[in-house]
């Protein structure tokens, strides 16, 4: 079955970085594109990074822009997310999703950013 599991979330100073990884399973995870999304407490879920299947295109919320890259390593059937220059407002539950069937989300990590 299909599974996405993150890890690499945690408590983090303004101005510090985080690492986030999505380890993926049951699925061609090489043919497929990939995305993180964000949820803060009381807010949609919303749309941070997405990466092609071959890590030919990427896209970004304008909020991440230059402070966020997404990649993959299609041989390790991991998604990442590095974030750099992280603000009170990156606060989070971190998501990693793709399209197989329909919309698969792993369990989140969660993201502080707090002095």
């Known amino acids: 079955q299909v599974q996405l599991v993150e890890s690499g979330g945690g408590l983090v100073q303004p101005g510090g970085s985080l690492r986030l990884s999505c380890a993926a399973s049951?699925?061609?995870?090489?043919?497929?594109?990939m995305s993180w999304y964000r949820q803060a407490p009381g807010k949609e879920r919303e749309l941070v990074a997405s990466?092609?299947?071959?890590?030919?295109?990427?896209n970004y919320a304008d909020s991440v822009k230059g402070r966020f890259t997404i990649s993959r390593d299609n041989a390790k059937n991991t998604v990442y997310l590095q974030m750099n220059s992280l603000k009170p407002e990156d606060t989070a539950v971190y998501y990693c999703?793709?399209?197989?069937?329909?919309?698969?989300w792993g369990q989140g990590t969660q993201v502080t950013v707090s002095s």
């Open positions: 049951g699925f061609t995870f090489s043919s497929r594109t």
């Open positions: 990466i092609t299947s071959t890590g030919g295109t990427t």
């Open positions: 999703t793709t399209l197989v069937e329909r919309r698969r």
